[in-house]
């Protein structure tokens, strides 16, 4: 028997509760894990409220992540006793997911724990951090260098944001931190942020092109917020959207692709090919700050994920969550 976070849909309506299952209710695949950590990132909190249609399967566990020990495997890849983690791949959206004790998923989907990194650090980078590595790597892999000019990090007190500040500037770039809590400026310093501006200078509609400003963006806002960071970034430069926080439109121009060939590179997390989230992880295992990581960190129960839901869309919860399964 295990506990589970499981989202059902009758005609009683949405609904998310902590149950008790048994084996019969762990999905098909290859390999079972006995989890340690999951975490809640955005798209968990959309799913927990049910304010967007990220579950498509009822009654479903919910959860995108976890991180925890293989119990039994038929796949070739992995042994009981491995430690491994998982990001993505429809878990928690059509396949049984992490925020449970036990989880069964194909083995495919697993990625090995990088050396230096517990279960528990490995959830506090969750999918928001290993997000904010493949926008990092996608900036990179454009060119850009600390000496190129300034990233702006927008969402910057969320989950991929305050990772992507920690990871840029520990690389060596000078970040701007765009957040609507201006008040925490002082931990976004402490992160490494050389800069912290208010949301508002973005979120609102702008000019199809403004002053050149950074050489380049990790966005996960989406809408008005992404069209101005396009329009300002400078000549070459590049942009790596993976969010929608502030919305799914692009009420933005061609002006800054065509003017100033600037790139907008899509991150997707969800369905990235296993090579390159072996990549991604084995650069947060390298680059990311573990102390820092830490005091980015708050750690609840398995039913405290039920309230958390709504607190991350509601944009109260800075930093990460860490969800102990099995306190």
């Known amino acids: 028997m295990y506990q589970a976070l499981v989202i059902d849909k009758n005609e009683a309506g949405y609904g998310a509760s902590i149950k008790t299952l048994d084996e019969d209710n762990l999905p098909e695949g290859d390999v079972t894990v006995r989890v340690d950590y999951s975490t809640i990132n955005y798209k968990d909190g959309l799913a927990i409220t049910g304010k967007s249609p990220v579950v498509r399967k009822f009654p479903l566990v919910a959860g995108i992540d976890f991180a925890g020990t293989v119990e039994a495997s038929s796949h070739p890849a992995w042994k009981a006793g491995d430690k491994v983690v998982l990001n993505g791949w429809g878990v928690g959206e059509t396949h049984s997911g ?154 933005g121009s061609v002006a800054p692709f065509i003017l100033r060939g600037v790139t907008l590179y899509g991150i997707d997390s969800v369905m990235a090919p296993k090579a390159l989230r072996e990549q991604a992880w084995a650069r947060l295992a390298q680059d990311l700050d573990l102390a820092k990581l830490d005091s980015l960190v708050r750690e609840i129960p398995l039913a405290g994920a039920l309230a958390a839901g709504s607190e991350i869309l509601a944009g109260k919860v800075r930093g990460r969550l860490v969800v102990n399964v099995n306190a």
């Not at 806002?221 to 069209?227: D, M, N, P, R």
Request: a positive charge; aromatic letters at 4%.
């Open 98 to 251: 992490g925020l449970a004790q036990r989880a069964r998923v194909r083995g495919d989907w697993l990625v090995a724990l990088p050396a230096g990194l517990t279960t528990r650090q490995a959830m506090a980078i969750g999918t928001a951090g290993y997000t904010a590595m493949l926008c990092v790597m996608a900036l990179q892999g454009h060119g850009l260098k600390p000496e190129s000019g300034d990233i702006l990090v927008t969402g910057a007190n969320g989950g991929v944001g305050s990772v992507a500040v920690a990871l840029l500037s520990k690389l060596g770039y000078r970040v701007v931190a765009s957040t609507g809590r201006t008040n925490e400026a002082e931990g976004l310093k402490a992160l490494g942020a050389a800069e912290v501006i208010d949301r508002a200078e973005l979120s609102a509609p702008g000019k199809p092109l403004g002053k050149e400003r950074w050489a380049g963006v990790v966005d996960s806002v989406g809408s008005h917020t992404l069209a101005n960071a396009c329009a300002g970034t400078k000549y070459r430069g590049a942009v790596a959207a993976c969010g929608l926080a502030q919305g799914m439109d692009f009420p």
